[in-house]
């Protein structure tokens, strides 16, 4: 779950794919969405993970956030390989949609998570 803060200052808090470079989540999003909107506005978000299945779980990572406009089909790729396979992957990135999509880049600066 990606979580910001809204104009209002709700809490916003969506279900998102990521990957993880090492340094820094790689989230995409359509441009112009209320995530998008938010950290353009906040520079900052919330990012958790949770495991439900065998160990319950879960990591909360807090930091700035950049935003990359436009995305690159290979950060699709990516994304998309690391969730659906490279086969899948590659078939649904080849049918575009990136270009009318951003990539926002996490780099956590405080964590917190539990484990069982």
Same mark, same amino acid.
Not at 29 to 34: I, K, L, P, Q, V
Not at 57 to 73: I, K, M, N, R, S
């Given at each position: 779950?990606? $979580?910001?803060?809204?104009? $209002? %200052?709700?809490? =916003?808090?969506?279900?998102?794919?990521? &990957?993880?470079?090492?340094?820094?989540?790689?989230?995409? !999003?359509?441009?112009?969405?209320?995530?998008?909107?938010?950290?353009?506005?906040?520079?900052?978000? !919330?990012?958790?993970?949770?495991?439900?299945?065998?160990? @319950?779980?879960?990591? !909360? $990572?807090? %930091?700035? *956030? &950049?935003?990359?406009?436009? /995305? &690159? @089909?290979?950060?699709?790729? $990516? +994304? =998309?390989?690391?969730?659906?396979?490279?086969?899948?992957?590659?078939?649904? *990135?080849?049918?575009?949609?990136?270009?009318?999509?951003? +990539? +926002?880049? /996490?780099?956590?600066?405080?964590? @917190? %998570?539990? &484990?069982?």
């Amino acid at each position: 779950m990606l $979580a910001t803060v809204d104009r $209002a %200052g709700r809490a =916003h808090a969506v279900p998102v794919w990521f &990957t993880w470079d090492g340094e820094a989540f790689r989230i995409d !999003t359509d441009r112009g969405s209320a995530k998008h909107r938010n950290i353009e506005r906040t520079g900052r978000a !919330t990012l958790c993970i949770d495991e439900r299945e065998g160990r @319950y779980g879960f990591v !909360t $990572a807090e %930091g700035p *956030v &950049t935003v990359q406009d436009p /995305l &690159t @089909y290979d950060d699709r790729l $990516a +994304l =998309h390989t690391h969730y659906r396979g490279a086969e899948a992957g590659k078939r649904i *990135v080849d049918q575009g949609g990136h270009e009318r999509m951003v +990539l +926002l880049v /996490l780099r956590p600066e405080r964590w @917190y %998570g539990w &484990t069982e």
